[in-house]
């Protein structure tokens, strides 16, 4: 019971050693690029071009989630429990995910960092979440995006690559076959 209880232990040790640093940069770089979006880009709306139009940054507030999706008066609420419930999900993951499973680990810390980056936003205003990255050509613009979204989504599509690959190593011998006694 100890040896178990101990491993254990090494193991979520293991695991925040890549875990931390990564929640760590990305929670930072989010609110450090969103403060300097606030102060810098007023007017709300109005691009910068950064690499001719198709990089440019203007600020937004969404106060739904990502692609506009809206929900009326009451999605910062819902948004903020979906948030906390994804959150829960992910530490469950996390704390099942072997230590050398650092991809899986290294992604789980992604979307969770960049689920923490805009429940900041969420908590500190009603206006909504900041995003200022903007890309495009001419009217064809990809939705305003921040650096916590670019976590949930390289995290996410990481994760389920990794998932992905689990499944398919997954040994034959566990898939169940018929038997044809005669």
């Known amino acids: 019971m100890q040896a178990t209880r101990r491993r254990g232990e090494e193991e979520l040790i293991v695991k925040a050693l890549v875990s931390w640093p990564v929640l760590i940069v990305i929670v930072l770089l989010d609110r450090l690029t969103k403060v300097l979006a606030v102060s810098l880009l007023p007017p709300s709306g109005m691009p910068h071009n950064v690499i001719g139009e198709g990089v440019r940054f203007a600020l937004v507030y969404n106060p739904g989630a990502a692609f506009g999706l809206y929900l009326g008066g009451y999605s910062r609420w819902i ?16 704390k099942q995910t072997s230590r050398d499973d650092i991809w899986r680990v290294f992604a789980i810390s992604l979307v969770a960092a960049g689920a923490i980056g805009n429940l900041i936003d969420r908590v500190q205003t009603e206006l909504g979440v900041v995003d200022f990255i903007d890309v495009g050509v001419g009217v064809h613009r990809w939705p305003t995006f921040n650096v916590a979204d670019m976590a949930v989504s390289t995290g996410a599509f990481l994760l389920a690559w990794v998932l992905w690959g689990d499944e398919r190593r997954q040994p ?7 038997s044809h006694d005669e």
């Open 79 to 94: 948004f903020m429990a979906l948030t906390l419930g994804a959150l829960v999900i992910l530490w469950r993951l996390f």
């Open 172 to 178: 034959l011998s566990t898939v169940p076959t018929e």
